[in-house]
């Protein structure tokens, strides 16, 4: 059975980054995404929180016994509840450093899982994405071939987070008949970063384009070895986090509304006893909780080691238009307001928009 109520060690978790988001992300967030910057040392204290660390065992240089999708879920959502582009950043490493953990060889495990736990935050990132509109995790047209003992890796890669940095990628290419991922070092021949994106949500997290013309790596490159790595596992860790920060994302819209109508007077009285005001209200925090226990069961599943896709696939799914409905309707009880740069629902509502695309750009 899923237990709803947190072990202390996840309380405690939920309590220091909800501290954090509150008091660190939540009063930068504007200038942020006004400036598309992230302050060096807001990133500096998100790392000191330890939780990529905590979910690397002992003997990879990490902290923890296990990692759990399901506390990567919950700490998921505090940051995203304080700004969706700065969670987005500081979770960028996971994306490198869970499908090491769990397909990776154990050389791969070795090599790369104590470089990016020791000292501080290192930009490691993945290209899932391309730039299509049909972009398919299972039919890409990057593509990699094997010549002997090296592959040689072709195509176009679309909002990879912290590109311009990152010191390794784990590109996702079409290797025969499925897609694998392969780990693709900083400065390889033919291995470009284009110039960064522009979007109208996430505007802090600095995201580009990649560009591979006939990248040379080993085979010893290919995540997993011969052996591979399974594509529909990595998916589901990635569909948990953006559940986790859509529900994030939703609970600060809905929160800062919810305040706002209980304050806001017309007619002589607070415009949260407006019954459309109620109801929109009430429909949003059904909204959220909904999500939220979804998200719960695919974390679960996947903690269990059980098939989680199906799972996983509904949270998301139903996640990315939660997201969407709350924090277009934040936007409405604000009226005048909701439209005002200076208010953060309309961040939010442009930020929450963002959701159906955002696979491969999070993990927990």
């Known amino acids: 059975m899923i237990s709803f109520a947190p072990s202390e060690e996840q309380q405690l ?120 509109w049909s972009s398919d995790p299972h039919t890409m047209h990057t593509v990699a071939e094997r010549e002997g003992n090296m592959y040689e890796i072709s195509g176009h890669k679309a909002l990879v987070p912290l590109a311009a940095d990152a010191q390794a990628f784990l590109v996702y290419a079409r290797d025969g008949d499925s897609t694998q991922a392969f780990i693709i070092e900083r400065g390889t021949e033919g291995l470009a970063v284009l110039e960064r994106e522009s979007y109208m949500g996430i505007r802090a997290l600095p995201t580009y384009e990649l560009r591979l013309d006939d990248v040379r790596v080993p085979v010893s490159c290919r995540l997993g070895g011969e052996q591979g790595s399974d594509l529909e596992l990595l998916l589901n860790y990635s569909r948990v986090a953006l559940a986790a920060l859509a529900v994030g994302v939703a609970r600060g819209a809905f929160e800062y509304a919810r305040d706002y109508a209980k304050q806001r007077e017309a007619f002589g009285k607070p415009i949260a006893q407006n019954q459309a005001i109620a109801f929109m209200l009430a429909e949003m925090a059904i909204e959220i909780d909904a999500a939220r226990l979804m998200m719960y069961e695919a974390a679960w599943h996947l903690d269990k080691g059980h098939n989680a896709t199906q799972t996983a696939v509904l949270a998301k799914a139903y996640a990315d238009e939660m997201a969407l409905v709350v924090t277009d309707r934040a936007v409405q009880i604000l009226g005048g307001h909701g439209y005002i740069r200076e208010h953060p629902v309309e961040r939010w509502l442009r930020n929450g928009r963002g959701f159906h695309t955002f696979l491969g750009l999070a993990m927990v």
């Not at 995404?33 to 065992?57: C, H, K, N, Y």
């Not at 495990?109 to 736990?117: E, F, G, N, S, Y």
């Open 13 to 132: 978790i939920i309590d220091t980054v909800r501290r954090y988001a509150t008091d660190r992300l939540r009063p930068a967030a504007y200038d942020a995404d006004e400036t598309r910057t992230i302050p060096p040392d807001i990133v500096a204290r998100g790392w000191d929180l330890g939780l990529l660390p905590s979910a690397i065992p002992e003997q990879y240089g990490g902290f923890g016994e296990s990692h759990q999708a399901l506390t990567g879920a919950l700490a998921a959502e505090e940051l995203a509840y304080g700004d969706l582009a700065m969670a987005l950043h500081l979770m960028t490493p996971n994306l490198f450093a869970i499908p090491v953990l769990h397909c990776g060889t154990e050389e791969q495990k070795a090599k790369w899982l104590p470089r990016m736990v020791e000292g501080g935050f290192a930009p490691y990132t993945a290209a899932l994405i391309e730039p299509r």
